[in-house]
Structures are given as structure tokens and as C-alpha cells.
């Protein structure tokens, strides 16, 4: 690195502050780099190894206890760090002096203190590695030396916009002068620096302020050419407030507008803008602000993933529309089942909004659909509250107490709550003993008992989830996840703390599992196996969590067989009263449903490709002997398979 790397620093002077730059070694013979591809922070033995660039860290006179991380390149990468609470083209981290002479130093995330960066040793024939943000002490690995370097135009532009914004107590006032009057090709950086530095109350008034004016947002615009937030989520979600106003002496408000919409592949960066609880740059703190000051009107809707569900989907919809809920936001891709004619006459009929969500080939769909629906579908925030599950997930309310969803709601909000985790229950699977045609019966009287806790596992201690959606950055497939900087209050359905304290072993600590089952008032019916037949389609086609892949029979193992033999072996099955007492109201629902003439072409549609791929399916399984590699003890779980498969499933007569 000696050619790299001059003994003095190059010291820019501006008014009263200088600037030097460094690059920062770490205690493996290695310095810190930037993977190009994603701009994740490493540890690398050679930062100029092809795929990486260096880092550069920039300290200015003015605030000493800081480095600000950047790059020296035109593309200016958002670099990120795993367990780091922001992301940026700059990451602002807390220097703190460590080691002797004080020639070493550590770095400590800003909004949450005694988080270090950490840095491990390379494996055999490794050459880098991930730096990680949440270590809670100090020791070698914790430790940094900072090499000097030369600055260049790119860099001292940088520090240069940096010490005009990082100076203490800024203001949005002072930021939207500063947006006013740039000149120059660093706001974005510079903006960035900010997020741990800025109170969050400047950022809530700066982003209402941009949320209402339409000028300051262009002016921004201009600066910062090609970025989602200016240019899609912030226009559209201040497009539909105005809209909105116009409604707001109307008694039901009209909002969202049932409708088929399109989340393109570009997209995609939705998938992980929060996806760690991290602002993607100072933009998405923005844009996160204002979509905190929309009061909703409305109470209760649900946000859903489904590929090749479609044989669900009416019930489903039925079944929550019976318990109150107000509006469906279905997002799908790559369906090979026909479900879109199904999504599309919904959407027609006024009954879902439907997004379509393509992906790339790395990216996975769920994902996408709770980051586009958090960060940038404004009609959501028009809810007080919204369930994120699956299609095979059923809200399951005490009746008594709590007639409607509303109901049990109103009584949560006695508690200042965010987010509510609600226990899942497995429901057991049942035999299809007429086959195929046992599919036309509603799910949710075909499979009625409960399997006892423990006896697949651990699972039951797994949660779903309902949020405020204007207060959640963004969703795993069972919990919301919010920036620490942000205060949010995440409850048990009885009102309790949701502390996560004691995951099963080997989970670390995870919102994802509750400490104890809360189930006297509210839980959700996870229809996990269904039937065999179905148990069996489930593993070969893809899921909502996947990248669009064909047909796959390679999941029939032991493990699969293991899983479903468990539950069948379950003798603690009790009755799922709670849905039984909801059947009536279900099928009127769906026998609304079915009333229009092209929903019920669209389900015969589905109906029959289902069969069709039922029956492919079952010949694979027979030609290529998949389940022959089964555990002998676990042989007796595919005994009714080829019963189950048999006879079709019936279509509406009307349409045949």
C-alpha cells in the first residue's frame, strides 16, 4: 500500500475547517473496501483487487470524534454495513480512541452506542470479508489505523459539502437553503453524512416540507438525477395526499381506489432499502418522515405475496373480508397456475388493488412486495393498521369478545402500539378421501384440528405480524422492522411487551419468535400442510419468497416426509372452534364473490390448469421414483398420495 499512501496527509483548508483523508488498515494485514457490486464494507487484503475499491475515510477539524466513509469514484456507491443502522454514498461512524499512543482507534455507530465495526480473519484462500456493525466491545478486530493518503478534486468536493452540513444543530431550514442555492455535484454525500448527525425532528419537518412543496422537490430533483425516492415515492405519495384532501368531508373515505398496478424490475432496491432496519440514505429518512405525518381514515387492510395460490385465493379473500377487513393489497409474479386472470377481475371488480411484481433472478419477490408497499405505495397509509401473512395464513379472532378484527383492534389500542405480534397455530392436514374434487371445498372446513404445541417443534413460538403501515420501514415474512432512531412499541396480542427475550435454541434474539403463546383472544391459522396431495404440490412448486423457478421435485426427502409425518402422529388435535363458528359468514362471502360471472371463469381457469399440473406432477413422481430415497419409517405419510390425486377438481357448472 506505500505507493498508494504518502506520509502527510493533504489538509484542504475551508473557512475555519480542514479535511484530511485516510485510508483505514485493519489489525489482519488488510484494509477496509468497498464490494462494487453492492457496496457492501469488507475487509480486504488488497483493496484495488478486482470487484473492490478502497475506502476512504475523511475527518474534519470541525467535528473530530467523526470519520465520514466514502469512495473515490463517480458512481458514488451506497455503502452499507451489516447491523449499521444507515446506508449512503458516506456512512458517519463515531471514532473513538483506542490502543497505545493513541495510534489506534474504533468505530461506533452513532444512533446506537457500543456498536462497533468488527472485522474477522480471512478463512483459507479468502481475500475478503464482510464487516460487521454490532459488536459490543473493543479488542483487536475492533481496531483501526488510519493511513494517510493524497486527496483528489472528488474528495476534497466532498469534505467540502460535508463541512458545510455536519456542523452542529442543523436545521431543515438550514437544509432547505443549502438545497436552494447548491451548486455542485456532492448533495447526495453530503445529505448522507447527516443521518446520524441531524436530529430526527429536523428530518420529520424537512420531509413534510417536501412532501407539500412541489418546487423544493424539483429543485432537489435536478440535483439528484435517477433516485427512487425523488422521482417515484415522494411525487406519488404527495400526488395522492392532494387527492386525497378532496375527499375529506366524504364519511367513508374512497381510498385506496381498488386497482391493478405495476412494480417494475428497476424496483428491485426496494427489497433491501430497510430490509435491516437501516435508512437507505438520507433520501428514504425523507421519504419515511413524510409518510409519517398521513393520518389514516380507515382502520384495517392486509398485505400479501402469493404465486400459484390462486386455488385459495377466493376464500381467503372471503374469509377476512367476513372479519372486517377493509382492502386486500395482493402482490404476485411469474403465477403459473392462472391466477392473474383471477388478481385482474378482483382488481376489476373493485375488490383488491393487485400489484404485479417482477424480480430479478436474484431477488426475492416478498421482499420487494413489503418494501415497495412500506416505502412507496401511498394507499396503505391510508390504514391504521395492516396484517402482513401468506395466502395459507387465516386471522383467527375470539368471537366473543371480538365479533369483527375492528373489534379486537380498538381494544389493542388501549396501549400506545406499533406493531402486534400474533402466535401462529399449525392446523393439521386431513385426507382428500374423494381426491382431486375435495379441493373445491373451502380449506378452512376441510382442515379443522390443531396440532399441539411442540409437536413439529418449535414453530409455534413463530409469529405473523400487523403494523402501522405510516410507522414501519419495512417487513420480514413474520415482523416489521423500524429504525432505532424512530421511536415504535411492538406488542403481544395480550398487551404484553414484545420482548423477544428467549428464542429457541440455536435462533439468536429475533422478533421473529415470541418468549410465550398468546391465544385467548387472537391468532393466526397457519394451513401449513393441508393435505398430502397438497403437502406434496406445496414442495414442488415456487414459493412467494423465491425467485421464479420451474417445476421441482428434488425437495421430496426424508426431512419433508419428517415434517409431515410429525403432525399426523400428533394425537393432541383439537377442534379450530374458532373458525368453525365463522364458517356461515365465510361462505357468504364467497358465494358473493362467485356471483360475478368472471370470477367464477377465472376460478374454473385455475381449476383446471391445477389439475393439469396435478396430474404432470404425479407422473414425474412415478417416472423418476423421487420418493423412493425416503426413510423407510417415513414411508407411510405418501400411502394415499395416489388416492389424493385422483378424480378432478369439479368447475362451476355455468361455465363448463
Not at 472528488?154 to 456542523?167: C, K, Q, T
Request: aromatic share 10%; hydrophobic share 35%.
Amino acid at each position: 500500500m506505500s505507493h498508494h499512501t504518502p506520509l502527510t496527509p493533504d489538509v484542504a483548508d475551508h473557512t475555519s475547517d480542514w479535511f484530511s483523508f485516510f485510508h483505514v488498515a485493519t489489525s489482519h494485514d488488510a484494509y477496509l473496501a468497498v464490494r462494487c457490486r453492492d457496496g457492501l464494507l469488507c475487509n480486504a487484503r488488497d483493496p484495488h483487487e478486482t470487484g473492490y475499491i478502497p475506502l476512504v475515510a475523511i475527518r474534519l477539524s470541525s467535528r473530530p470524534d467523526f470519520l465520514f466513509l466514502t469512495t473515490d469514484t463517480p458512481s458514488q456507491p451506497q455503502l452499507w454495513v451489516e447491523h449499521f443502522t444507515a446506508r449512503g454514498c458516506v456512512l458517519t461512524v463515531q471514532m473513538n480512541v483506542s490502543g497505545p499512543q493513541s495510534q489506534l482507534f474504533s468505530f461506533e455507530d452513532p444512533s446506537r452506542p457500543k456498536n462497533y465495526f468488527t472485522t474477522r480473519p480471512f478463512s483459507d484462500g479468502q481475500t475478503a470479508n464482510p464487516v460487521v456493525g454490532d459488536c459490543n466491545h473493543v479488542m483487536g478486530w475492533e481496531e483501526f489505523r488510519l493511513v494517510p493518503v493524497s486527496s483528489t478534486d472528488r474528495l476534497n468536493g466532498i469534505a467540502n459539502d460535508i463541512a458545510h452540513l455536519a456542523r452542529r444543530d442543523v436545521t431543515a431550514n438550514d437544509l432547505v437553503h443549502y438545497i436552494q442555492n447548491y451548486n455542485g455535484d456532492n448533495l447526495l454525500p453530503a445529505l448522507d453524512s447527516l443521518i446520524p448527525l441531524i436530529r430526527w425532528e429536523e428530518i420529520e419537518k424537512l420531509g413534510e416540507r417536501l412532501l407539500h412543496d412541489a418546487l423544493l422537490r424539483q429543485e432537489l430533483q435536478d440535483i439528484v438525477p435517477n433516485n427512487i425516492w425523488l422521482d417515484k415515492a415522494l411525487p406519488e405519495l404527495a400526488h395522492w395526499e392532494l387527492r386525497r384532501l378532496t375527499h375529506a368531508n366524504k364519511t367513508i373515505s374512497p381510498f385506496p381506489v381498488a386497482r391493478e398496478l405495476h412494480s417494475p424490475e428497476e424496483d428491485s432496491l426496494l427489497a433491501w432499502s430497510g430490509a435491516d432496519s437501516s435508512f437507505a440514505g438520507f433520501l428514504h429518512a425523507l421519504t419515511h418522515a413524510a409518510r409519517r405525518t398521513i393520518e389514516p381514515r380507515r382502520t384495517v387492510c392486509m398485505v400479501t405475496t402469493v404465486r400459484n395460490e390462486g386455488i385459495y385465493l377466493l376464500e381467503w379473500i372471503a374469509y377476512h373480508r367476513s372479519i372486517g377487513v377493509e382492502h386486500f393489497f395482493i402482490y404476485s409474479n411469474d403465477n403459473a397456475d392462472g391466477s392473474e386472470k383471477l388478481l385482474e377481475e378482483l382488481a376489476h371488480q373493485g375488490i383488491i388493488t393487485w400489484i404485479d411484481n417482477p424480480t430479478s433472478s436474484d431477488q426475492s419477490p416478498q421482499f420487494k412486495a413489503y418494501g415497495h408497499a412500506l416505502n412507496a405505495l401511498p394507499d396503505i397509509l391510508n390504514f391504521k393498521w395492516c396484517f402482513i401473512v401468506d395466502g395459507d395464513e387465516f386471522i383467527t379472532l375470539n368471537p366473543q369478545p371480538y365479533p369483527l378484527l375492528t373489534d379486537y383492534l380498538n381494544w389493542i389500542d388501549h396501549w400506545q402500539t406499533d406493531a402486534i405480534a400474533v402466535n401462529w397455530r399449525f392446523i393439521a392436514s386431513s385426507m382428500n378421501a374423494n381426491g382431486l374434487s375435495d379441493l373445491a371445498v373451502p380449506l378452512t372446513q376441510r382442515n379443522e384440528r390443531i396440532v399441539g404445541n411442540g409437536a413439529i417443534g418449535d414453530g409455534w413460538r413463530l409469529v405473523k405480524s400487523a403494523c402501522r403501515p405510516n410507522r414501519t420501514l419495512h417487513s420480514r415474512p413474520h415482523h416489521p422492522l423500524w429504525n432505532p432512531v424512530t421511536s415504535y412499541t411492538f406488542r403481544l396480542t395480550n398487551g404484553d411487551t414484545h420482548n423477544y427475550l428467549n428464542p429457541p435454541p440455536p435462533f439468536p434474539r429475533d422478533p421473529a419468535f415470541a418468549d410465550y403463546g398468546t391465544y385467548d383472544r387472537i391468532c393466526i391459522s397457519h394451513y401449513y400442510f393441508k393435505s398430502m396431495a397438497e403437502w406434496t404440490w406445496k414442495h414442488a412448486r415456487n414459493s412467494g419468497a423465491d425467485a421464479y423457478k420451474e417445476l421441482d421435485t428434488s425437495r421430496y426427502t426424508t426431512q419433508w416426509a419428517n415434517t409431515f409425518g410429525m403432525q399426523l402422529q400428533d394425537p393432541q388435535h383439537e377442534l379450530n372452534y374458532w373458525m368453525v363458528e365463522r364458517r356461515d359468514a365465510t361462505l357468504r362471502e364467497l358465494a358473493a364473490l362467485r356471483a360475478h360471472p368472471a370470477i367464477r371463469k377465472a376460478e374454473n381457469f385455475i381449476r383446471s390448469t391445477l389439475n393439469e399440473q396435478l396430474l404432470d406432477l404425479w407422473q414425474r413422481i412415478q417416472s423418476q421414483k423421487t420418493l423412493d430415497g425416503i426413510a423407510e419409517e417415513w414411508r407411510f405419510i405418501v400411502q394415499d398420495l395416489e388416492l389424493e390425486l385422483r378424480n378432478t377438481i369439479p368447475l362451476h357448472s355455468d361455465d363448463v
